[in-house]
C-alpha cells in the first residue's frame, strides 16, 4: 500500500511541476536591435551614396556567449518562457562609437522582478553580469 501512494505522489509531483531537476533555466528575449549606415559623396560633376538599416537580432548570437561564458555554466538556456527561473532582455545596438555604451540588459526572476540593469561597451559583459546577478537571487 506504501508503494502505491509513493506512486500517486510521485505521479501528482510530475503533472503539477513541482518535481525539481535542479536545472535553472533561462528565457533569453528576442532582440530588437538596429543598425543604420551609409554615406555620400560628390565628384567633379557626380555625386552619390547609400543608405541602409533594419534590424538585427542578435538572439543567436546572446544565447551562443551565455552558452560560452563561464560565469554562466550550470544555466540552461530554454526557449519556453513558461518554464524559465529568469527572463533576459539583452538588447544591443550597432554603429555607436567607442565612448557610447550600446548593449543594455534586464533581468527579472520568476516572479517578475527586477534583480539586474545595466548598459555595457561589449556584449560578453553583459552576459558575465547578468549570470552574476542570476546566482546571486538564486
Known amino acids: 500500500m ?7 505522489l510521485l505521479a501528482c509531483l510530475a503533472t503539477f511541476g513541482l518535481a525539481e531537476d535542479g536545472k535553472t533555466r533561462v528565457f533569453v528575449t528576442d532582440s530588437e536591435s538596429w543598425a543604420a549606415g551609409g554615406g555620400f559623396g560628390v565628384g567633379g560633376a557626380a555625386g552619390g ?8 537580432p542578435q538572439t543567436a548570437e546572446i544565447m551562443k556567449t551565455f552558452d560560452q561564458r563561464r560565469e554562466c555554466q550550470g544555466l540552461t538556456i530554454t526557449r519556453k518562457e513558461e518554464r524559465a527561473d529568469f527572463v533576459i532582455l539583452l538588447d544591443h545596438e550597432g554603429g555607436k562609437d ?5 548593449n ?15 548598459s ?3 556584449l560578453g559583459n553583459a552576459v558575465k553580469n547578468a549570470c552574476r546577478a542570476i546566482y546571486t537571487d538564486r
Open 98 to 102: 567607442i565612448i557610447r555604451r550600446d
Open 104 to 118: 543594455k540588459v534586464v533581468v527579472f526572476n520568476k516572479e517578475g522582478d527586477l534583480i539586474h540593469s545595466e
Open 2 to 8: 506504501n508503494i502505491f501512494r509513493f506512486t500517486i
Open 120 to 122: 555595457t561597451r561589449s
Open 49 to 56: 551614396g547609400a543608405f541602409s538599416g533594419g534590424a538585427r
